[in-house]
């Protein structure tokens, strides 16, 4: 075996396991409070990266030259704006069906999504497109053929993730908005009783979850420098696996759940075979589903009538 | 009497509300649409057509629409409107009536379709419309008719004209494609397009069981497709299996997938379900798309064409022994044979197919579907098994898809991968959710409708996918049981 190849896969399965983890941040929080798959995340998040590079380039053409400004600006708007779609898709296609039919909302979930990759497929060409590479630089461990390298956009991708799900848990540990989120998730009749407005916090939901979606767009998207309008499909299958991994419904669950995907998914391709890594991750979610479907920090179903 | 007060309208709020509406849309539509990405520049394209491609117009259409509404809500008129499309239709179950098979009733659907048939053998008549088009479309209106008489049962006793109606409709539609191809009305352009239908028609039948009936969303229906196609083709290639072997078998090895892939699954919380057979097309498209060895990989595989008693629809027999179809019958070459053959073999499966599915639905194991749809939990208290009849539902489900499958490897005569990407998952899905899912005789519309339109209507084949999202949410907010409300077919019991 050889050993920096194995440094290097489980550097590079962390960077993405960081990414799959905030995206599954969306999947878990959206099914802990109403109990249903947000299948247009995934393309949510591609959604971000387009807005990503059109807030970048914009900057660009106002001649910002400054990375970190700009960076940082980019960052803010597509969270904005992200923001700004995650609260309308749920107020557009989900909000009028509470109460309706079960299949009802996954319905609308498939034709949302539909509309996004369509959408920006029709408004920005079906053609890859791409960034240029904004930070460079890497640290080297190790000396001559055999060395092991991280990239300063990695060691980037991971304070960041580190920090929002810090930020994350702060907010709903420790907020009175966070304690309401927790209420609604518990019980949300009781939680509208108590005078918690209800509608209102699961449109938060759905803004956190886009919010995070759109900071893994911009790492992503920083990281790699290329995306289409397809990216949020496989993307979004993986993350919807790291947060049932995790035990879908808990938040440190979801990063946990990512991490440890995004190590064994690194590894497979590195080891094993690169054409499969889609296959292998699916069959872990399978496998966790048979063997675990409460996940690793899940509470168990308890199905009430 | 109560005295109605006419409150004045608030121009002001409505004012606020469309600008509010607009900003929002601005925000949302505004980057993505009227800023193209061009490598690291951008091109600002602000006066940009057509319409639903400009953030900006849209803006401004929305802000306008919100403030007619706003406005429009305000007067009594308004009010009286949203009261009537305010309620919401029952939900639950519909159980046919007795009336439903009177004379009357059923003769109703016969008269409309013997009537628009007529108008369209008359407008080709007088060169109004294309007479190909027009005898294509006879044949859908019968097939549609006919899957109504099929798709409605007889009370125990009673009398119904289906009948007699149903054999005659049946007969008329083998015999009427043979007698349009001899006067030159059916070319093979057109038998094709109707073969892709019924192929449609198949597969939204079958995803109905599971979708509708059952009430499990599953979004990787055309892996079982696939399943079917690729096992005609392999199977030729390997085993030198025929078209009818695979017809017998294919369905079997779907079902058996369809088990193996559900039952880990059904057991738990139904929404997995939707997301694990999502992931299951993907892997089954990503395993013949990268292992060259078997598959052929994006290259294909080629698929054998049908035959009839071992003759072959050929121009000369590849077998050995064996004689062409048109030289047995000392008629002329013509690859139109092979096609109306397919044809009217997948017309008699659809029929067998829809009266299937019809029984089922009557048996237990449909009602059984049907009420676990509605609560599992009530069903499951009342000691049915839930793991079993869902499996039940995904397996038939799988089994018709498998057999959809062998007639599009047969009809294309060749295999590859792009034909069973997700889109067509979402076409299947779309097809029932538009139909009425749980109504057979809307998912046979639905199929025609979505798989013959684009034929018609080329210039928007851009947007189709677009539409199929929006139609889905809003089909989904306006009338989740579909256009078609689905009936129950009637229980009497004995002596009653």
Redesign the interface.
């Known amino acids: 075996m050889d050993w920096h190849i194995l440094g290097q896969q489980i550097i590079n399965g962390l960077t993405l396991g960081s990414i799959y983890g905030l995206i599954a941040i969306g999947y878990t929080m959206v099914y802990g409070i109403i109990g249903m798959i947000n299948f247009a995340h995934g393309d949510v998040y591609m959604v971000s990266a387009y807005l990503m590079a059109i807030t970048l380039a914009v900057i660009h053409f106002f001649g910002i030259d400054s990375v970190f400004f700009a960076l940082l600006l980019t960052l803010a708007v597509t969270m904005a704006l992200t923001g700004l779609y995650g609260w309308s898709i749920e107020r557009v296609a989900y909000r009028p069906l509470r109460g309706s039919t079960r299949l009802a909302p996954l319905i609308s979930a498939i034709g949302i999504s539909l509309l996004l990759q369509n959408y920006v497929q029709i408004s920005q060409g079906a053609r890859v497109q791409g960034i240029p590479t904004l930070i460079e630089g890497t640290i080297r461990f190790g000396s001559g053929e055999d060395f092991v390298q991280i990239k300063y956009v990695q060691v980037l991708i991971l304070v960041a993730s580190l920090a929002c799900m810090a930020g994350l848990s702060w907010l709903i540990g420790g907020t009175n908005l966070g304690r309401q989120c927790r209420a609604v998730q518990q019980d949300r009749k009781m939680a509208a009783i108590l005078g918690v407005n209800t509608d209102r916090i699961i449109s938060l939901v759905f803004v956190i979850g886009a919010v995070m979606a759109a900071v893994a767009g911009v790492l992503v998207t920083l990281n790699y420098g290329s995306f289409d309008f397809y990216v949020g499909f496989v993307t979004g299958i993986k993350a919807f696996t790291a947060a049932v991994l995790g035990g879908i419904g808990s938040l440190p669950g979801a990063m946990l759940g990512g991490l440890i995907l995004g190590l064994l998914e690194s590894l497979f391709s590195g080891f094993v075979n690169t054409d499969y890594k889609d296959v292998f991750s699916f069959a872990v979610l399978v496998g966790v589903l048979i063997f675990k479907p409460s996940g690793l920090l899940g509470r168990p179903e308890v199905e009430k009538v | 009497m109560r005295a109605k007060v006419h409150e004045p309208i608030d121009f002001g709020h409505a004012l606020r509300d469309a600008l509010v509406t607009g900003v929002?849309t601005l925000?949302?539509l505004g980057?993505?649409?009227n800023?193209?990405?061009d490598?690291?520049?951008?091109t600002a394209e602000l006066l940009r057509g057509p319409l639903?491609?400009n953030g900006i117009g849209l803006a401004l259409v929305v802000a306008l629409g919100r403030f007619v509404v706003a406005v429009g809500v305000q007067t009594p008129a308004g009010r009286d409107l949203l009261t009537r499309f305010g309620q919401k239709g029952a939900?639950g179950v519909t159980v046919e009536t007795a009336a439903d098979n009177d004379w009357h009733r059923v003769l109703r659907p016969l008269v409309i379709g013997g009537a628009l048939s007529l108008l369209l053998l008359v407008l080709s008549r007088f060169g109004l419309m294309d007479v190909q088009r027009a005898a294509a479309l006879v044949l859908i209106v019968l097939f549609v008719v006919l899957g109504q008489g099929l798709g409605s049962l007889r009370r125990r006793g009673q009398s119904s004209p289906w009948r007699i109606l149903v054999p005659l409709l049946f007969v008329a539609g083998l015999v009427l494609p043979l007698l349009f191809n001899a006067w030159g009305l059916f070319p093979k352009t057109w038998i094709g397009n109707l073969i892709l239908a019924l192929i449609y028609v198949l597969l939204g039948l079958g995803l109905n069981i599971v979708?509708g009936l059952a009430?499990l969303?599953d979004?990787g229906f055309v892996a079982f497709y696939a399943v079917g196609a690729y096992f005609l083709a392999l199977g030729a290639q390997y085993f030198g299996i025929g078209f009818w072997t695979a017809l017998l078998c294919a369905p079997i090895l779907a079902a058996c997938c369809g088990a193996v892939l559900g039952f880990?699954?059904l057991r738990?919380?139904?929404?997995?379900l939707?997301?694990?057979t999502?992931?299951?097309g993907?892997?089954i498209r990503?395993?013949l798309n990268?292992w060259l060895e078997v598959t052929g990989g994006p290259n294909g595989a080629p698929a054998p064409g049908p035959s009839l008693f071992g003759l072959e629809f050929g121009r000369v027999a590849r077998g050995e022994g064996n004689t062409p179809f048109h030289e047995f019958f000392g008629l002329e070459y013509s690859a139109d044979y092979k096609f109306l053959f397919i044809y009217l073999v997948l017309f008699v499966v659809v029929a067998a197919m829809i009266r299937f599915i019809t029984r089922l639905r009557a048996m237990p194991m449909g009602r059984a579907w049907e009420a676990l749809r509605e609560d599992e939990?009530a069903c499951r208290s009342l000691g049915i098994n839930h793991v079993v009849v869902k499996l039940t539902a995904f397996m038939m489900g799988a089994m018709t898809g498998g057999i959809a499958g062998v007639f599009f490897a047969t009809y294309q005569g060749f295999v590859n991968p792009t034909s069973f990407n997700?889109f067509e998952s979402?076409l299947i899905?779309a097809i029932v959710?538009l139909g009425g899912?749980g109504s057979t005789l809307g998912v046979i519309i639905a199929a025609l409708v979505l798989t013959l339109l684009p034929e018609v209507l080329r210039d928007f084949a851009?947007?189709r996918?677009?539409l199929?999202?929006?139609?889905?949410?809003l089909?989904?907010?306006w009338r989740?049981?579909g256009l078609i409300r689905p009936k129950r077919p009637a229980f009497a019991p004995k002596g009653a």
């Open positions: 929002l925000l949302v980057p993505v649409t800023l193209v990405l490598g690291y520049a951008i639903i491609v939900h979708v009430g969303l979004l880990p699954v738990m919380h139904g929404d997995y939707a997301i694990v999502l992931g299951f993907e892997i990503l395993i990268n939990i997700f979402v899905l959710v899912m851009d947007y996918v677009l199929f999202g929006a139609l889905m949410v089909m989904m907010i989740p049981r």
